[in-house]
């Protein structure tokens, strides 16, 4: 176990961003004693432990992260009738892949998202398209660290919302594996949905590094109920399809499309997306995520939310 912890190990060309300092220390795991391990060690020298996913919902401080990172590496994944039993650490293209071989839908939303794990998108409920994660869980396996054991929990028990899961609210679970239930459907329709969503995203995405979304999208009640005239004027005919607000309106409304601190922009493509022009520190991404949270409370009355999970600071 000692052996396969590495010092000092760089972070930023584990994330979608390219932004970040190193890992004080960093270990891949791929078995589920090493996980338990790893635990005991953390807790021998009373030392934070991180998850590491496919780090493409993550912005990572400069100054790196203390203790120990822990980049999950189950990569299990195989095919029974209408279920598949999918490691946490496979890539959601990866088992789109499988699917549309065996005909099995209900990933094809997820079509261009890099990098991203099943254990990540488990984590904060990974959607698009009015299609989630959540759609296809039957059960998913994880290790609780307080109880120090592993334990399996059906899809109700996740507590699954908007971006958000019992794994969200609980930095105790560490999801291990799952098991998906997707219906089979023609391969063919599969495939034509799957390229209509990548279509889709090159068109309206940018194609410099991001961590997707920076900020969740909003509740039009609540938008309302503060500032009835703003939502009159600007936001009651543009609410989306799960009936919210996009964040990239808000943001798009402040005119802060292109705005730039250092090598951070707010992408000229997609509002809601900051991202890195060629050297952005973490830093430059804080003080313009700080900016645009500022400015839409002073001028529109709106808590924006962050989306991007913050590992170091
Ligand atoms: C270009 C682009 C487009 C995107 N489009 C979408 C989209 O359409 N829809 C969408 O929902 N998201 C989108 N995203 C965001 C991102 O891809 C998803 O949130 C993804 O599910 C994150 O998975 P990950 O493995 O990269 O997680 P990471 O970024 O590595 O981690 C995210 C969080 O999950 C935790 N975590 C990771 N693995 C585990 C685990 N095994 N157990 C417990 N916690 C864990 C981490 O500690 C962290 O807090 C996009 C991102 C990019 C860069």
Not at 94 to 117: D, F, Q
Not at 241 to 254: H, K
Not at 284 to 299: D, G, Y
Request: aromatic share 8%.
């Amino acid at each position: 176990m000692l052996k396969k912890i590495k010092k000092n190990h760089p972070l930023a060309d584990l994330t979608t961003f390219k932004i970040g300092g190193s890992a004080e220390y960093f270990i891949e795991i791929s078995a589920k004693d090493e996980l338990k391990e790893a635990f005991d060690w953390v807790k021998e020298k009373n030392i934070q432990i991180s998850i590491l996913g496919g780090g493409s919902n993550l912005l990572i401080s400069d100054q790196g992260v203390k203790g120990l990172v822990v980049l999950i590496k189950n990569e299990k994944l195989s095919v029974h009738g209408e279920r598949m039993t999918v490691g946490a650490g496979v890539s959601l293209s990866k088992v789109l892949s499988l699917a549309i071989n065996y005909s099995l839908s209900g990933l094809e939303w997820s079509n261009g998202i890099p990098r991203a794990t099943i254990g990540g998108s488990i984590r904060g409920n990974a959607e698009a398209f009015s299609c989630s994660m959540s759609d296809i869980i039957e059960t998913v396996e994880v290790f609780d660290i307080k109880k120090n054991k592993f334990e399996i929990l059906s899809c109700n028990m996740c507590s699954f919302g908007y971006r958000k899961s019992i794994f969200s609210e609980n930095k105790n679970l560490i999801i291990w594996e799952t098991i998906l239930r997707m219906p089979r459907k023609d391969k063919k329709q599969i495939e034509e949905i799957v390229e209509k969503n990548l279509e889709f995203r090159l068109d309206k995405y940018p194609r410099l590094p991001s961590a997707g979304s920076v900020f969740k999208n909003l509740n039009p009640e609540k938008i309302k109920k503060k500032n009835p005239l703003f939502f009159d004027r600007e936001i009651k005919d543009k609410i989306g399809r799960q009936g919210l607000v996009g964040a990239g309106l808000i943001i798009d409304l402040l005119g802060l499309k292109g705005k730039t601190i250092g090598g951070a922009k707010v992408s000229l493509e997609h509002a809601n997306h900051i991202v890195n022009t060629g050297k952005a520190t973490a830093d430059e991404v804080v003080q313009l995520i700080s900016l645009i949270k500022t400015q839409a409370r002073n001028n529109f009355k709106i808590d924006l939310r962050e989306e991007i999970q913050y590992l170091g600071f």
